[in-house]
């Protein structure tokens, strides 16, 4: 299977844990997205790279999150001393590079629950 | 400041019946609004996608209709089956933007009746 994919797909922590999700890209796929989603509500954006560059961080991702991408492949998003609120959905997706649609590919997301 | 907004929050609809969602827009420099479907366990998936140079698009059983004017756009399911059960979400992007991010409405559950 060449879509995205993530790891692991669920996650329960206790409060105060450290956190780590990856998502492998579709290959060749220069853009890769982060977003949270929580119960009853769609996807917010998180994060974007463009190959291994951060290019945005939405105002949702404190300090506690990072995300990195080293060598504009797969990427892991890191959530520090994790809070009962973190627990959501975390999407990642990609995109090819050029113009056009750009349509966005979403992996299957990591549930985290956080007790 | 929710900049999609999405309607209705749930819809039943028997099989064979037409499904219509709708959702508004207030960025007026979002320029790409696709729809999402969401099935329990997986992450979204686009159904099909629109610009604004467009008042409609049709694949299969879906259409999309934009209203540019009013900043409202619907997706309507002709025939629905049961197998089309999901969330859909609709969104919008600014291609204008450095990121291309999208923007979801909060979704609408469908839930297509035998």
């Known amino acids: 299977d060449t879509g995205v994919s993530q790891d692991p797909r669920h996650k329960i922590t206790k409060r105060g844990q450290n956190v780590t999700f990856r998502c492998d890209p579709i290959?060749?796929?220069?853009?890769l997205y982060w977003y949270r989603q929580t119960l009853g509500q769609g996807p917010e954006f998180l994060t974007y790279?463009?190959?291994?560059?951060?290019?945005?961080k939405s105002r949702l991702l404190s300090n506690r999150f990072s995300a990195e991408r080293p060598k504009g492949s797969f990427s892991t998003l890191e959530i520090q001393r994790t809070e009962q609120g973190d627990s959501a959905m975390y999407l990642c997706a990609s995109s090819p590079r050029g113009g056009g649609s750009n349509e966005q590919f979403f992996g299957p997301g990591t549930r985290l629950t956080v007790l | 400041q929710q900049q999609v907004k999405q309607s209705p929050q749930s819809l039943i609809v028997q099989k064979g019946g037409i499904s219509i969602i709708n959702c508004a827009y207030e960025?007026?420099?979002?320029?790409?609004f696709p729809w999402y479907q969401q099935f329990p366990g997986k992450g979204p998936a686009l159904l099909i996608a629109?610009?604004?140079?467009?008042s409609e698009k049709k694949e299969g059983r879906f259409t999309i209709s934009f209203n540019k004017s009013a900043k409202q756009f619907s997706l309507h399911i002709m025939d629905s089956q049961p197998g089309d059960s999901a969330t859909y979400f609709c969104a919008a992007r600014n291609s204008g933007g450095s990121n291309y991010k999208l923007t979801f409405g909060k979704g609408t559950l469908l839930t297509v009746n035998p």
């Open positions: 290959s060749e796929h220069n853009r």
């Open positions: 629109i610009r604004p140079d467009v």
């Open positions: 960025n007026t420099a979002f320029d790409y």
């Open positions: 790279f463009q190959n291994e560059a951060q290019l945005e």
